[in-house]
């Protein structure tokens, strides 16, 4: 079991930055595969990127490649999506999720993901 916590949304103007934490609980985090989705309004939820356990292997989404960075500290049992260069069409609820396995032909799926967040909001301005 693993709980997951976000925290680091909140308003920011086009162009700004937010760093983004989630924060697991229990021993096992370095055996998870750790994700980063994220739903806006009346929206379906989407993939925005994931980190192989040791943080060797990321994937991005194509609209949001060049300007957010995945990364994840295993000592602190956390995982952060850095965000530059945000825009208006960003603005979501963003959630963290954990899966066991790396498949990169299904890494963006929401139904291998076993374990999520209750999500924080980003709300970009512009």
């Known amino acids: 079991q693993v709980q997951l916590v976000e925290s680091g949304g909140g308003l920011v103007q086009a162009g700004g930055s937010l760093r983004l934490s989630c924060a697991a609980s229990g021993r096992t985090f370095r055996s998870y595969v750790m994700g980063w989705f994220r739903q806006a309004p009346g929206k379906e939820r989407e993939f925005v990127a994931a980190?192989?356990?040791?943080?060797?292997?990321?994937r991005y989404a194509d609209s949001v490649k060049g300007r957010f960075t995945i990364s994840r500290d295993n000592a602190k049992n956390t995982v952060y999506l850095q965000m530059n260069s945000l825009k208006p069409e960003d603005t979501a609820v963003y959630y963290c999720?954990?899966?066991?396995?790396?498949?990169?032909?299904?890494?963006?799926?929401?139904?291998?993901?076993?374990?999520w967040g209750q999500g924080t909001q980003v709300t970009v301005s512009s």
């Open positions: 980190i192989s356990w040791s943080g060797d292997m990321t």
């Open positions: 999720a954990a899966r066991r396995s790396w498949v990169v032909t299904t890494i963006h799926w929401l139904s291998e993901y076993d374990y």
